[in-house]
């Protein structure tokens, strides 16, 4: 269902959408000139520029249990351009930081691979697109922004499909508008549609499905119709700008979110990722959906449903334990599905259900499931 | 009976080397090439040792013919600026298997000029040519030699004698042998090379049988100081060692016969006169000090025989009873034995006391062994439980071997006279290890003498890093008595101490540029074999290499880590150049400005801050 709109109203939305644009890329701007500036008047003086840095380390990883999610503790290391040891590093980060600036300055988009090949051009050596990846990572840190407002994407892409209307942002594109629904491939989730603007929707809930082959399915099944739903593919572990939509779809559309994995340790940590974050971007707020719930597959459910299952492997169960440490998984759902997942020692996959026909998850499961949420 | 003990004597020396050629380093042509030259070229340099002369040594190796194929004739002939040999002495000199001048306890590169003579029994066995010596003892005359060896008889055979008119002093010993070059080149030359090392006040040179030469000038003006001969040192010394000494401390008692009598009087100056016999003490007592031990001794007698010595001649002596203080004799004149007390508070009692019975244990050991003084002979005594005056001749055989434990284990005799060694001395060795090698690093030490079974020694040890030395060391040089050892390095102990060392603690990994220049100096090195190439592993030597080599590996470790802090001060301002222009780069566009930062103060007072390399290390330790 589409809003019908006045072309001036029209027009006027538009401008407020790219003010709202330009007033976001105007910040992280300033950011960048602060901290460049900051380093052009060390050097200046004749001293060594340095900063500080949230250090990463494990021990500085903390769960915050009002955020719901984990953040860094008070723990900073200096990265100082004196220290031989650091200074390799710290050009790196430099560079990045200049690069990040042109990129937000040109609006162009970027990709963490983009972002490694990119820097030889500059004379900026990485080992790796690891190492890069991990500046890409303590820029974010020093800054307390997501590599996404520095305009750079992960390359790994997941899928919506659903009555969404969306209005981009991007340059060449902006007012631009579409329904998410009219391509039953799914629209894959890149920087433009991560950056549009969420105009309307009909849909009631936000399906998160772990699997692209089950995603595909409830898209033949007309999930979104029959549940009035958004089907989203996280694509295994989902990706930040999968969590960044998510949590947009939730916050901006008041939209529940529920999640669907397969039923493995695995599995309910893809779901635990979505709700509170994952220790490895603990030093970015704004990638949670603290009220996503996670609806199956339960390892209960694999008794419940008599679902066909496989041994848990020797990782599988390190991984049971080394989540039973977790905090989040001290109490509720999260607990009682670990505990028994690892009394039974026997996992299953969404594709189970297939046992009882290929529909029987659309058309036994699911709802069932959607009704369980409600009093989750 | 007679005819085995003739059979026995037949074998002469010279057949003796020659059944047995293997055991002195003339096993093959290649070998004996090598051998050759050595031992002709230590003669030279010992030669010129001994007389402190600066040696210059020509080395020649020519073939016969060149066409042949290896193994072939060669000539051999080494020619040194040494003392030369008197004509007399030369037949024997180089045609006799053991006729030679350096027996005796004191450090030289051959022991007993055997080996020169091996050389020349080898090449007269293998090509039938004689040795061609040519010397000059006095700076005027030179004798021309040529000289085979009768092998059985052990006896020079003269071919050739004259003499021309000569302008210097020195030798020139030539031999034709059978050789291989091709093989044995890499080694002789290595020989030679290696020995300038070590004799850097000699100059040497090398014309090859490929017409190229090798020359080393010395580059070290003086000559170290030249060995002397010492008494022996009391550890290590065993119980034969010690009943020779004591036969050498006693005396008999002269047989007083007419040819006596008159050498007695002839040494008072009384041989045309007759004196009575108190004049005759008189006398004696006067001359006391210039009289000779014998002459002292027939005079004690007199003193308790109260005779001149007209009386003296009617007698013979019996006995000496010291125990009970009785002098007996026989008088001719009575035929019978006569008796008189000796008072044991003459002088004379004294003076054939220590004849019979040797000297007291104190005065042997002051007397017959070097650094013995006084007070240690007492505390020995004691230590040892014998009585400071116990005579040396009235010890019994448990006693000996007593004594010898005692003299080994007692702990308070000084280090060994180290004056009979002649080490190069630290600082020619480290002049030699900086010409040869330009290193960056150079240490060397001379460790204090030290002894096993009684003969003392002297390690030297250098180690230099860097510089134009090649990497996968450490290259060891050994030297023996200022020999280079090139063959059977596997089993020689200062490889044994290198390969033991952990490098990794010094701070030296891979394989890096370094030598370690070891030389031992003793009276006695202890060769494996007799081919002297490899020293066995003594307990005493190891424990010095040990020391050495720890000694100089620390200084090389702080050398190298003060090294390591100048390569990371270099390497840091590196960084600096390299990182600190792109950081303002980069900075500029991101703070919007036009103009980059002055960020070349910071690169300048970095450098200005930077430690400076000290190019070379220079550690001696000399004691």
Redesign the interface.
């Known amino acids: 269902m589409k809003l019908k709109t006045s072309k001036a109203k029209e027009k006027n939305r538009i401008k407020e959408l790219s003010k709202k644009a330009d007033e976001k890329q105007k910040n992280v701007l300033e950011m960048?000139?602060g901290?460049?500036?900051k380093?052009?008047?060390d050097?200046?003086d004749?001293?060594?520029?340095k900063f500080s840095i949230p250090s990463r380390s494990v021990s500085n990883i903390v769960y915050d249990k009002k955020l719901r999610q984990y953040i860094l503790g008070s723990n900073a290391a200096l990265r100082s351009?004196r220290n031989?040891a650091q200074?390799?590093s710290?050009?790196q980060l430099?560079?990045l930081?200049?690069f990040a600036?042109?990129l937000t300055k040109e609006k162009k988009s970027s990709t963490l691979r983009d972002v490694y090949y990119s820097s030889q051009a500059?004379?900026?050596e990485f080992e790796d697109q690891g190492e890069s990846d991990n500046i890409i990572v303590d820029l974010e840190a020093v800054t307390s922004r997501a590599r996404e407002d520095f305009h750079i994407f992960p390359e790994e892409r997941s899928s919506i499909f659903g009555d969404l209307n969306i209005e981009y942002t991007i340059p060449g594109y902006e007012g631009k508008t579409m329904n998410l629904s009219n391509h039953p491939d799914g629209y894959s989730i890149g920087p433009s549609l991560t950056t549009a603007e969420l105009v309307d929707t009909s849909a009631e809930i936000v399906i998160a499905i772990e699997k692209g082959g089950l995603f595909t399915r409830f898209v033949e099944e007309q999930v979104d119709k029959k549940f009035k739903s958004i089907i989203i593919n996280t694509g295994g572990q989902a990706p930040r700008s999968t969590r960044t939509l998510l949590k947009r779809l939730h916050d901006e559309m008041k939209l529940p979110v529920i999640v669907l994995t397969d039923g493995d340790v695995y599995g309910e940590h893809i779901a635990m990722v979505i709700k509170s974050g994952s220790a490895n971007a603990a030093h970015l707020r704004e990638l949670t959906v603290p009220d996503a719930k996670w609806v199956g597959v339960w390892a209960t459910d694999i008794e419940k449903y008599k679902l066909p299952t496989i041994p848990m492997t020797e990782s599988d169960i390190k991984r049971c334990y080394d989540l039973q440490k977790d905090p989040r998984y001290q109490d509720g759902v999260w607990k009682k599905e670990l505990d028994v997942f690892l009394k039974i020692k026997r996992k299953a996959e969404l594709e189970a259900f297939s046992k009882y026909g290929l529909t029987n998850i659309t058309d036994k499961y699911l709802p069932q499931k959607l009704e369980l949420a409600k009093s989750l | 009976m007679s005819s085995i003990k003739e059979k026995f004597n037949q074998i002469s020396p010279s057949e003796f080397f020659y059944s047995n050629r293997d055991l002195a380093g003339f096993s093959n042509p290649t070998r004996s090439l090598y051998t050759a030259v050595r031992e002709f070229v230590e003669n030279a340099l010992d030669a010129c040792d001994q007389k402190g002369i600066l040696p210059d040594v020509h080395l020649t190796i020519k073939a016969v013919d060149p066409e042949k194929s290896d193994p072939k004739p060669y000539i051999l002939t080494v020619k040194d600026n040494g003392p030369g040999i008197d004509a007399e002495h030369i037949p024997l000199a180089f045609g006799t298997v053991l006729y030679g001048s350096k027996f005796g306890l004191k450090q030289a590169r051959g022991m007993f000029g055997l080996g020169a003579t091996m050389a020349i029994l080898y090449g007269q066995i293998t090509t039938n040519k004689p040795v061609t010596v040519k010397s000059c003892a006095d700076g005027q005359t030179q004798n021309q030699f040529e000289i085979l060896l009768d092998i059985q008889k052990n006896k020079p055979v003269i071919v050739k004698h004259i003499t021309k008119d000569a302008a210097k002093k020195g030798l020139s010993v030539s031999i034709c042998l059978e050789g291989d070059y091709s093989k044995a080149g890499n080694k002789i030359r290595d020989y030679v090379y290696e020995t300038s090392l070590i004799t850097p006040y000699a100059s040497i040179t090398f014309d090859d049988p490929k017409g190229q030469k090798f020359s080393h000038p010395r580059f070290v003006k003086e000559i170290p100081p030249p060995p002397t001969i010492i008494r022996p040192h009391p550890h290590g010394i065993d119980v034969e060692r010690i009943r020779r000494m004591i036969v050498e401390s006693q005396f008999e008692i002269p047989t007083i016969d007419d040819t006596m009598i008159e050498k007695v009087r002839k040494d008072l100056g009384l041989s045309k006169k007759t004196l009575s016999f108190t004049s005759i003490m008189d006398k004696a007592k006067k001359k006391w000090k210039n009289l000779s031990r014998q002459v002292r001794v027939v005079i004690a007698l007199m003193s308790f025989l109260k005779m001149d010595f007209e009386k003296l001649n009617k007698i013979r002596i019996e006995d000496l009873d010291i125990p009970n203080k009785k002098l007996f004799y026989w008088d001719f004149g009575d035929s019978q034995s006569k008796s008189v007390d000796m008072d044991p508070d003459s002088q004379y009692y004294k003076q054939l006391t220590n004849t019979v019975q040797g000297e007291p244990l104190t005065t042997f050991l002051t007397k017959r062994f070097q650094r013995i003084g006084p007070t240690t002979a007492v505390k020995f005594a004691e230590f040892a439980k014998f009585k400071p005056e116990k005579r040396m001749g009235t010890l019994t055989n448990q006693e000996l071997v007593n004594l010898s434990d005692a003299l080994q284990k007692f702990e308070d005799f000084m280090a060994p006279d180290s004056s009979c060694l002649a080490p190069l001395g630290a600082e020619p060795l480290e002049k030699g290890i900086k010409k040869f090698f330009n290193p960056d690093f150079t240490a060397v030490v001379q460790r204090p003498a030290s002894a096993y079974s009684g003969f003392p020694f002297i390690i030297e040890m250098g180690i230099a890093y860097g510089g134009d030395i090649k990497s996968g060391g450490p290259h060891v040089y050994r030297y023996a008595n200022r020999i280079p050892l090139l063959y059977d390095e596997g089993s020689d102990v200062v490889l044994k101490v290198v390969h033991d060392t952990d490098w990794g603690r010094y701070k030296i990994k891979g394989e890096p540029p370094f030598i370690i220049v070891s030389h031992i100096c003793s009276t006695r090195i202890p060769y494996k074999t007799a081919g002297k190439e490899n020293v066995a592993d003594r307990q005493e030597i190891e424990r010095e290499l040990r020391l050495a080599l720890q000694f100089l590996s620390r200084k090389l470790a702080s050398f190298m880590s003060k090294r390591g802090q100048a390569e990371m001060a270099k390497k840091r301002a590196n960084l600096y150049a390299k990182y600190i222009p792109m950081i303002a780069e980069f900075c500029t566009e991101l703070s919007g400005k036009k103009k980059e930062p002055n960020f070349q103060k910071i690169l300048d007072a970095e450098k200005a801050a930077q430690p400076k390399l000290i190019p070379e290390e220079n550690e001696i330790e000399n004691k």
Request: hydrophobic share 45%.
């Open positions: 960048l000139k901290h460049g500036a380093i052009y008047d050097l200046d004749g001293q060594f520029p351009s031989s200074l390799r710290f050009t430099m560079w930081a200049f600036n042109r500059f004379g900026v």
